[in-house]
């Protein structure tokens, strides 16, 4: 599969991007973000795991810019029913560009009209307001809130968003 916007195209991601999912990873757990999510790894035996096990899954997506071919980020999903649970991770050098929105709301068309996909779920913290506004403007509405915690020195509220496509 692969999709193309005005300015990028989207493809399942491979075993073989595992170095531009380093640069992401280690971009990741460098920002104010990061403590809002589990750590990714860094090194390069644990990056190939992570990013065979990513592939294998085919619900990972990396998201390229044309004019340039550099892996930029990746949209992921994990699937339950007809349900699809979104995510995604874009190296810092390009955000605020709409990169994030251009390639996740590809995907969810494509999901939509091409696998009858019609409920999306994403969660995120509330504190992380780019990604809350992303999902607004995706169309998204957050349902509700919760406590989140990885360990037990550190919690944070985060809000569940559904979009119902019909």
Known sequence: MRLETSRLFIRHLNESDWQAMKNIFVDFNNSKYAVYDMPLPTEEEETKALTKRFADSNLFFAVFIKESNDMIGYVCFHKDGNTYDLGYCFHSAYHS?????????????????????????????????????????LGFTCVSTETVSFDD??????????????
């Open 153 to 166: 020195a550190f919690s944070f509220q985060g809000g569940n968003f559904v979009l119902n496509i019909k």
């Open 97 to 137: 560009n709409g990169y994030a929105y251009e390639s996740v709301n590809a995907l969810v068309k494509y999901f939509a009209d091409n696998a009858g996909a019609t409920h999306f779920t994403a969660g995120t913290a509330i504190d992380n307001i780019p990604s809350c506004k992303l999902l607004e403007k």
